[in-house]
């Protein structure tokens, strides 16, 4: 009898492990660059650097018909808070009729940073290529304004729901309390392709901070034969007063001259409003690709950086890259 149970419950648990196993795929990919940098006043940045990260991506179908995908990236530049060569990683849930789940362990944008800037480009945006954030500036120097992207952190959840009518999109975001905002932060994203050529979106994030901030954007991109050109304006909405007040406009045209070769032109001016006068960028850009290699360069000037009046945060400069993907 004893042999007879033992001889059940194994093939019991054989069972149980085969009908809980289920076909999977793991992709790897990667990339490698080489940049130059140059720019005028701000001298931090300036010379050669390297790029690269692999991404391990891992993927399945469960029997209930859940598609699971978990993704890690390894990044030698990676800023992730384990201080680890571990860059963005996440789970994402999936089902046809229900929409898509995603948790981000690392590196997860909120449903408003992911739109925030999304002007059309060769390479970079217009406040990106140059200048310095707070953490990078020294004396004489001035941190630049980004872009209004909201609140964004690790362990933050993003949905994405099912198409309910042709051409709109629904994203939602919640990212859960921390040291500083203790009632966390939620954002939802609405975007339209319905129309051909045309896209237009809206985007807002509420902040869970002491002194709440609301974040909105708006934006309208518009594809006709080679080019394509979008509008962009953002704002940041803070308790405390108009001085708190922050506005960004953003204007993009690229021109696909090829197959193989975009060039573009992207400007934008933020007026903070705590600074008297706003700063003003602009970025002139070119892209050639050619089987796994892209060559790209962009020439930018932004004029009043962080809404100095100082000829010093008046800076121009230039990068180039060429990376190669795998």
Do not use: C
């Not at 001889?7 to 130059?36: P, Y």
């Not at 571990?86 to 229900?98: L, Q």
């Amino acid at each position: 009898m004893n042999v007879l149970k033992k001889v059940s419950l194994t093939a019991l648990g054989t069972s149980l492990i085969a009908t809980s196993a289920f076909a999977g795929s793991m992709d790897v990919t990667g990339s490698a660059g080489i940049t130059l940098a140059n720019q005028s006043n701000h001298t931090n940045s300036n010379g050669f650097s390297m790029t690269d990260e692999i991404t391990f991506t891992g993927s399945g179908e469960l029997d209930n018909g859940l598609t699971v995908t978990v993704s890690m990236q390894l990044d030698d530049n990676a800023s992730g808070s384990t201080g680890s060569n571990m860059d963005n990683r996440s789970v994402k849930i999936a089902t046809e009729d229900m929409g898509t789940l995603t948790f981000y362990g690392h590196g997860g944008d909120s449903a408003l940073s992911a739109v925030d800037d999304v002007m059309p480009t060769a390479y970079g945006e217009s406040w990106d290529v140059i200048g310095l954030a707070a953490a990078s500036v020294t004396a004489g120097q001035t941190a630049k304004f980004g872009s209004i992207s909201g609140n964004t952190g690790n362990s933050s959840f993003m949905y994405n729901m099912p198409e309910m009518v042709d051409g709109l999109g629904v994203n939602i975001s919640y990212n859960p309390s921390n040291s500083s905002e203790p009632n966390g932060s939620t954002s939802w994203a609405v975007a339209y392709t319905g129309v051909e050529g045309l896209t237009v979106g809206y985007a807002q994030d509420e902040s869970g901070a002491a002194t709440a901030n609301e974040y909105e954007t708006a934006y309208a991109k518009y594809a006709f034969g080679s080019f394509t050109v979008g509008v962009q304006s953002s704002e940041n909405d803070e308790d405390g007063g108009s001085t708190n007040d922050d506005e960004l406009e953003i204007f993009g045209i690229t021109y696909q001259v090829s197959d193989d070769l975009t060039i573009g032109y992207t400007q934008s001016e933020y007026n903070a409003g705590d600074k008297s006068v706003d700063q003003e960028a602009a970025n002139l850009s070119f892209s050639y690709t050619s089987g796994g290699m892209t060559i790209a360069a962009a020439m930018v000037e932004m004029d009043n950086t962080g809404g100095s009046t100082a000829a010093t945060d008046d800076i121009e400069g230039y990068e180039i890259d060429v990376s190669f993907a795998f």
